[in-house]
């Protein structure tokens, strides 16, 4: 039975995400979700996973990218390179001796069309390596674009390791699904402390949810206060370098020192964490529209107070 989708936001514990998908909430696979993403969120993913295969080691992580060209292009080449050795071949000598690499041609004119096997892979040649230099995309139609997902464990020794992801009727990705084990981002709700996922907008208590992220990261950093000093409602974040937390207060400003207040350093650590994940990107136009008050400083021109309803 097909169910409606719905939007929601997703992670992979906290190594990917959250991002903003679209998904069926009871089309799981171990009880895992498997979410679809535009073309954007795509892209934020890709980042993420080649960021993640830079410092953890390609052999361990799956990385997906995104290909852009043009409808009236020339076929094209395009190495995806990874720092795993691979096996030498001695029927071979056109294959890299060192490192595995993936070599993604594309028609782009026959993409265009609809037309099946459009795009070939393979381990990347020499030749091909020598064809990507010589081939780059050009034409002047429109945009066309490859999402490719490249599971480096095993890609030398299966021609299904790496694959391209066709996007739905909706011209959405379906990333990960049945594979990768995508939760629903929670949100926490800082009057009564109990969690929902994040398409579930109202919490059992009444309260309603921030529409953004950047206002959950807010009421999340509040619930995580709560648990150590439930009369906080605000506190002064410093963005000078990465978001810290730097006061507290309720009807008066809160002792935040480790050995005389009621926090600890575990705790402002864990609430730092959550505000840093949300305001990577984020702009004070971003931070403005979320309800971050700027607070003027002579210290610091990167000074935002954040709210949150008092705990019952």
């Not at 990917?16 to 171990?30: M, S």
């Not at 001796?97 to 096997?117: F, T």
């Not at 974040?237 to 730097?246: E, G, Q, Y």
Request: glycine letters at 6%.
């Amino acid at each position: 039975m097909r169910h409606e989708m719905i939007a929601s936001r997703v992670c992979l514990d906290e190594f990917l995400g959250p991002f903003d998908c679209q998904l069926d909430p009871h089309n799981r696979w171990n009880g895992w979700m498997s979410p679809y993403f535009t073309l954007d969120v795509a892209r934020e993913l890709s980042a993420q996973t080649i960021r993640m295969a830079e410092e953890d080691g390609y052999e361990c992580v799956d990385t997906i990218h995104v290909i852009e060209g043009r409808a009236d292009s020339r076929d094209t080449v395009h190495i995806i390179q990874s720092d795993v050795k691979r096996t030498p071949d001695d029927e071979d000598d056109d294959q890299d001796p060192e490192l595995l690499a993936m070599a993604i041609r594309i028609n782009w004119r026959d993409l265009d069309k609809g037309a099946e096997h459009a795009t070939s892979i393979a381990v990347a040649t020499r030749a091909a390596r020598k064809a990507a230099r010589r081939r780059k995309p050009n034409g002047k139609g429109e945009t066309r674009t490859v999402v490719v997902h490249v599971r480096w464990q095993w890609a030398q020794d299966s021609d299904t390791a790496t694959n391209v992801i066709e996007p739905n009727r909706d011209g959405l990705y379906g990333i990960g699904g049945w594979e990768w084990t995508w939760s629903c981002e929670v949100w926490w709700c800082p009057r009564c402390g109990s969690d929902a996922r994040w398409h579930e907008t109202e919490c059992q208590c009444g309260l309603t949810r921030p529409a953004t992220p950047l206002g959950v990261a807010a009421w999340t950093a509040g619930c995580i206060l709560h648990d150590r000093a439930p009369e906080a409602t605000s506190a002064l974040v410093d963005f000078t370098h990465l978001a810290t937390i730097c006061s507290v207060a309720g009807e008066d400003e809160i002792d935040t020192a480790d050995d005389t207040g009621p926090f600890d350093t575990e705790t402002l650590g864990r609430a730092d964490t959550f505000l840093r994940r949300a305001t990577d990107n984020a702009t004070p136009a971003d931070l403005e529209a979320a309800g971050w008050e700027h607070v003027p400083d002579p210290q610091s021109d990167r000074l935002y107070r954040i709210t949150f309803p008092a705990a019952t």
